[in-house]
């Protein structure tokens, strides 16, 4: 199993991510980077991945706080999600895991905007694409931005709780929230981060929204069957969310890890 000894997590999910990995990585704030051990769930790339993650961190370009799994089969962005949750939070000694895409379509410069958050009571940290704070960044297309805010009312209408965006994957997670949430009842779909959301709402957890942009030209994003497939995702969660709120929370927590097979190619070099 990998081991955690710092205070904070930086969980890379990543699929296919060769030509971006690297770069990604060494964008890592330098501050951040010296406290926080990084987590990378390859999940079952097709490409060369994890071998662009380890020859680079063979030449020192990456941190020596790095540890890198490789599923045995793709499970999927929500099993992925899973899987680092339930590996992280079995450790005593971190606070605070912070989301960073492989693709790099969230800018890991941006990271820096959670740290002053760190000392808070916040137990998630959501990052909304904000076209007013980064007008000249935001590069999210009209109709992928039209989809997100319409299900976001709809999302608030339906669960009562208000988000700035409910399409996030740019967050900042409590350990101790993570703890309370039924990770091996919870989605396969890729709206993941949204049902989070919802169980934060659910807990009466406290939460904060951070302005950030997001990346589009030159990187791959939802269209056609892929967005209609998204959309009834999200439709489906919400609504079912609202019918089995309190028998989702009630599941027990011991038993509620997501586990699946995988190896450790490359741990924490002290």
């Not at 608030?156 to 965006?165: D, I």
């Not at 999200?234 to 097979?261: G, I, N, Q, T, Y």
């Amino acid at each position: 199993m990998p081991r955690f000894e710092r205070d904070v997590v930086i969980y890379i999910p990543a699929y296919n991510c060769a030509a971006t990995i690297v770069e990604t990585i060494r964008s890592i704030p330098l501050d951040l980077a010296a406290r926080a051990d990084v987590l990378i769930i390859d999940n079952n790339s097709t490409d060369q991945t994890a071998e662009f993650v380890i020859s680079a961190r063979n030449k020192g370009l990456l941190p020596r706080s790095l540890q890198l799994i490789r599923t045995s089969k793709n499970v999927g962005y929500a099993g992925s999600q899973k899987l680092a949750f339930s590996l992280v939070r079995r450790s005593a000694a971190v606070r605070w895991v912070i989301m960073l895409h492989g693709d790099g379509q969230y800018p890991s410069e941006l990271l820096s905007k959670f740290v002053p958050l760190m000392e808070s009571e916040f137990s998630l940290v959501y990052g909304y694409r904000s076209k007013l704070s980064y007008w000249r960044l935001e590069g999210t297309p009209f109709p992928t931005w039209a989809v997100i805010k319409l299900l976001g009312a709809l999302e608030t209408a339906v669960t009562g709780y208000v988000r700035k965006e409910w399409h996030s994957g740019f967050n900042m997670y409590s350990v101790e929230f993570l703890r309370k949430l039924p990770l091996s009842e919870m989605t396969d779909t890729s709206h993941i981060d949204g049902q989070i959301s919802f169980l934060a709402g659910a807990l009466g957890e406290p939460v904060h929204a951070i302005p950030i942009y997001k990346r589009y030209k030159g990187f791959n994003s939802f269209g056609g069957v892929g967005r209609v497939k998204y959309v009834f995702h999200v439709l489906r969660l919400m609504f079912e969310f609202r019918l089995k709120r309190r028998s989702l929370l009630e599941r027990p927590r011991e038993h509620s890890d997501f586990l699946a097979e995988y190896v450790l190619l490359s741990r924490d070099i002290k």
